[in-house]
């Protein structure tokens, strides 16, 4: 493995080998603004400026993964490319992409359609009504589009919401899932086993690849909760492609 | 336009090509082939491009009918293949007469493919024509569904080409991720100590492996920070067994991943049945580099090995049932030279 690079900054983004052809670019091993911030700036500033040999990029919550071609150069030559543009700037005081949008998302919390809430919540220390109003008392930032097309991982729930994945996998969640875990959610764009916790339903549609853009969430975004009984749901759900959501611009 | 139609499709037929790169960053891993090694076989037997779409046979089985003369290739795991009546050499190309029927059976696992002279063409969506059923991106082929093909540029057949042994399992070479050190090294030595089969619950997206072995979790595992994950990583999941992560597999994780097989080696893990056994082995990233170099260059070269088919006298008025001519490269002459 390459040596993890450090400068003059104690927090200075620590690279990795991924793979024979991909770099991962780690601006903290845990979750903060400052951090996430950095990465999404990052992998910006490396599309407008691509080193010889980059194939893709995308970011994850605090890190940039970079793939790139293993034929025409190699980990340490890309990392060596790399070096002026990490040092050049104090990533963490990045501010957020332009464009983002506010988008107001109504909620089932109970019934068959949340059959985890109950469980999270008591490893939160909550009530199943408790938790579905923190989960929607403000909005909660698109960190990062991954895992799934389009899928989003939310963030960040307070501190009491730090409770690990489960042990086995659910083998199956339906699209529009609102899963938790780590003080963070994600809406599943696709029917997936997961090993987070099934809390509500969303009737969002996060993908759909007909269509010119297919991807509804950016980074950047944020998502606000609405509870709604089931049966109002089902009644958006039969009706409302979009899945009743509606959102405005926030700058 | 030469059209194909299905008679018969078992489930997992689907349309598969090298997939659609640059999609991570919205969460869309890049899908394609299971075993890409077979595309580009296929691909050297028709001496067309390997980026043209083929048809994979996951496990099962497939009839065809064309409508005008057709230029087939057969590769990846083999199958029973028929042509009106007349037995087929899997791994090889073929001219089928109009009208012909191809009956693909006898399947023991893995991944086959039917390769079309001009490739598959059809509904692009983000610039592939490649099913990505995990994402939700096409489907799943059945009887009464007709392909169009691109026009064939190519005339050659009854070209042979030996395939890479893949089909019995073996070593699965990996490099190190950023979380194999967090495995405590007793357990990286019984990981690799450790001989693995293919659980039932395979797929695309990846493949579980059992053991004999105790759990290789990690306590620890469990409130990893998700971030970017690629297929060839394995990943120890809550439940301590390995899942390996393949071609559409999701973009990030959680869980700890205690190596990453090389792209080389996939082909190998994709095509093992069942029963055969799989063991992995550590490699510096230097020597990963290599591997994959000249892995890309043997399979940019493969053109090069072919053989004709040659037919038996005692079947010669069988035009399609050739033999497999003796002295043909075993493909495995890279491993052998490093050795």
Same mark, same amino acid.
């Given at each position: ?56 990029? !995308? ?17 340490? +030559? ?62 909660? +930032? ?62 969002? +549609? ?11 969430? +950016? ?18 759900? !039969? ?13 | ?25 919205? $969460? ?59 037995? *087929? ?24 493919y039917l390769h079309l002279g001009g490739g598959v063409t059809g509904a692009q969506v983000l610039g592939a024509g490649s099913a990505h059923l995990g994402a939700g991106i096409g489907r799943m082929l059945e009887a ?23 089909? /019995? $399992?073996?070593? *699965?070479?990996?490099? /190190? ?36 072995? /105790? ?29 390996? *992560?393949?071609? /559409? ?19 190998? *893990? ?60 075993? $493909? ?8």
């Amino acid at each position: 493995m390459l040596p993890t690079q450090n400068n003059k900054q104690t927090d200075a983004p620590g690279i990795h080998p991924l793979g024979v052809d991909g770099l991962l670019i780690r601006f903290g091993g845990q979750l903060s603004e400052p951090a996430n911030r950095a990465a999404l700036a990052c992998r910006a500033a490396i599309e407008r400026d691509p080193p010889t040999g980059l194939l893709e990029s !995308a970011t994850s919550l605090t890190s940039v993964y970079l793939r790139f071609d293993p034929t025409g150069t190699d980990h340490a +030559r890309l990392q060596h490319a790399l070096a002026p543009l990490l040092a050049s700037r104090d990533w963490y005081q990045a501010d957020l992409p332009q464009g983002r949008r506010l988008w107001h998302v109504p909620t089932v919390f109970d019934t068959d359609l949340a059959p985890q809430l109950g469980e999270a919540a008591a490893l939160a220390g909550l009530s199943p009504d408790e938790a579905t109003e923190a989960i929607c008392a403000a909005p909660l +930032r698109v960190q990062t589009i991954g895992f799934a097309p389009g899928q989003p991982y939310l963030g960040e729930l307070p501190p009491e919401w730090d409770i690990p994945r489960q042990t086995g996998l659910t083998p199956r969640v339906p699209e529009g899932a609102l899963v938790v875990a780590i003080r963070q959610m994600v809406l599943f764009s696709v029917s997936t086993p997961t090993g987070w916790r099934h809390v509500g339903q969303t009737a969002l +549609r996060l993908f759909a690849p007909e269509k010119d853009d297919p991807f509804l969430l +950016r980074p950047g975004d944020e998502v606000l909760f609405q509870p709604v009984a089931r049966d109002a749901f089902e009644a958006i759900r !039969a009706s409302d492609p979009s899945g009743g959501a509606v959102s405005e611009r926030l700058d | 336009m030469t059209e194909v139609t299905l008679l018969r499709a078992g489930p997992g037929v689907t349309v598969q090509d090298m997939g659609r790169p640059g999609y991570l960053a919205q $969460g869309l891993s890049r899908g394609g082939a299971a075993d890409r090694l077979a595309l580009c076989e296929g691909a050297a037997l028709l001496g067309q491009g390997s980026d043209l779409a083929a048809l994979e046979i996951a496990g099962s089985f497939l009839s065809i009918e064309a409508s005008a003369p057709l230029r087939i290739a057969l590769t990846g795991a083999p199958m029973r293949a028929v042509c009106d009546g007349a037995a *087929l050499v899997w791994q090889a190309s073929h001219l089928l007469p109009a009208g012909a029927r191809l009956d693909l059976s006898g399947s023991r696992g893995g991944y086959s493919y039917l390769h079309l002279g001009g490739g598959v063409t059809g509904a692009q969506v983000l610039g592939a024509g490649s099913a990505h059923l995990g994402a939700g991106i096409g489907r799943m082929l059945e009887a009464g569904d007709s392909l169009l093909l691109g026009p064939d540029r190519g005339r050659e057949t009854g070209m042979t080409l030996a395939p890479l042994d893949r089909f /019995e $399992g073996g070593l *699965l070479r990996m490099v /190190e991720t950023p979380q194999t050190r967090l495995f405590p090294e007793a357990m990286r030595a019984r990981f690799i100590e450790t001989i693995f089969h293919k659980d039932a619950r395979g797929n695309r997206m990846g493949q579980r492996l059992v053991s004999e072995s /105790e759990s290789f979790a990690l306590q620890a595992g469990l409130s990893i920070l998700s971030e970017a994950i690629v297929p060839g990583d394995i990943q120890i999941t809550g439940d301590g067994a390995p899942f390996v *992560l393949l071609a /559409e597999c999701q973009t990030t994780g959680g869980y700890p991943r205690i190596g990453t097989v090389l792209p080389c080696d996939l082909p190998r *893990l994709v095509q093992a049945p069942p029963k055969a056994p799989l063991q992995f082995q550590f490699v510096t990233l230097d020597e990963a580099v290599v591997l994959e170099r000249a892995e890309a260059e043997r399979r940019a070269s493969l053109g090069m090995s072919m053989e004709p088919l040659i037919r038996d006298p005692h079947d010669i008025a069988d035009l399609l049932a050739y033999q497999l001519i003796s002295g043909v490269t075993r $493909g495995d002459d890279l491993e052998r030279t490093r050795a």
